[in-house]
């Protein structure tokens, strides 16, 4: 199996460049230039959502890329790569890792996530595989079915996570997740520092993703204001 991006991204910093429909940034034009500004400041890896956007930063950086989609689904919560039409839809676009809502909710079409690995590695036996997950009991489950790489993207942001964030007991999760692990652990979400992503590294993480507090100049300048709202 190819392991190049792993290797390349290990101990370095993955940048999302994502925005949404309703985000005033939202075109493939502007994250693949926000991907280029992100490769120019040392960036090793893009993590972005679409096939255009995937496209469009492909055409402009010579960085490897985990892809993923989001779609909502009317029988699940599940929506970061849910299907295997996600997945086909994103090998158009040629990513070199490609992430999966691995958390334990009902998935559309009560598609089993185990099924779902498996139909992958079948069609795209190269194709690297990475787990976003929520719990440590999701990793572990997730390390079982052989992922490649498993990241805390949801930690925080399901119903049971709710309210929690990746820094809260200088990382107790994610130094959780670490300890029940072995496969590589990428630090995602709420990393809103450049010292908190040097200290997911040095407690042992693989690599680090950053978006919002790069990439989203909305939620940057919201924590300008609250700050200074503060003062009065």
Not at 81 to 102: K, N, Y
Not at 196 to 206: E, F, I, K, N, Q
Not at 219 to 224: G, K, L, N, P
Request: hydrophobic fraction near 45%; charged fraction near 20%; glycine fraction near 6%.
């Amino acid at each position: 199996m190819n392991q190049s991006m792993l290797t390349a991204i290990k101990g370095k910093l993955v940048v999302s460049c994502q925005a949404l429909d309703d985000e005033p940034l939202h075109s493939d034009f502007i994250m693949s230039r926000m991907a280029l500004a992100a490769m120019q400041g040392g960036a090793a890896g893009i993590r972005a959502n679409s096939v255009v956007d995937v496209q469009a930063i492909r055409a402009t950086v010579t960085l490897p890329v985990i892809g993923i989609i989001k779609r909502d689904y009317p029988d699940s919560d599940v929506y970061i790569t849910a299907t295997m039409q996600e997945v086909d839809e994103l090998m158009t676009a040629g990513p070199q890792m490609i992430a999966l809502d691995s958390t334990l909710h009902r998935r559309p079409g009560e598609l089993q996530l185990a099924a779902l690995v498996q139909q992958i590695r079948q069609k795209y036996p190269s194709l690297l595989l990475m787990a976003d997950i929520a719990s440590v009991e999701e990793a572990v489950n997730a390390e079982s079915l052989g992922f490649d790489c498993i990241g805390t993207t949801l930690h925080g942001y399901t119903p049971e996570t709710a309210g929690c964030k990746l820094w809260q007991d200088d990382f107790a999760f994610l130094r959780q997740v670490l300890a029940e692990c072995s496969a590589p652990i990428i630090a995602e979400g709420n990393v809103d520092t450049p010292e908190m992503a040097a200290r997911c590294l040095t407690l042992g993480a693989h690599s680090v993703v950053v978006g919002g507090a790069i990439t989203r100049p909305q939620q940057i300048t919201q924590r300008f204001i609250e700050a200074i709202n503060h003062l009065y």
